[in-house]
């Protein structure tokens, strides 16, 4: 078998997780993220609408915490309505689907909760 290194060039991937913590591009974040190829800002969670819909991806994954969790109908629908497809799983799922996508410059976010 042979394996071959991922690399990322100019984006950032999430290179890992804890209780409370996110490290992307090898620097900590604490709390909820909206993580981008090339951006990681603060996520006021479900409620921070404008920063989701302010979006140009065709794919936005919802770390949903530790397990997978259903996201507000309401958001899940307007996200949609906007041309961006809505994924929820847990947050460690989120990441490392995220890095796989993000390897091969696909146009997604992560909206992030911590675990």
Known sequence: MQF???E???VQPIDGFGPGFFRIGGKVYEGSLLV???????????GD????MALEVD????????????IPRDLREALEKAGIGVEPMGSPAACR?????LAEGRR???????V
């Open 4 to 6: 071959t290194e991922v």
């Open 59 to 70: 794919v936005l994954f919802f770390g949903t915490g530790a397990e997978t969790a259903f």
């Open 36 to 46: 981008q190829p090339n951006s990681v800002v603060s996520w006021g969670g479900y």
């Open 8 to 10: 990322f060039h100019d």
């Open 108 to 114: 997604i976010a992560a909206a992030l909760l911590p």
């Open 49 to 52: 609408t404008a920063a989701l």
């Open 97 to 101: 689907t995220y890095n796989v996508l």
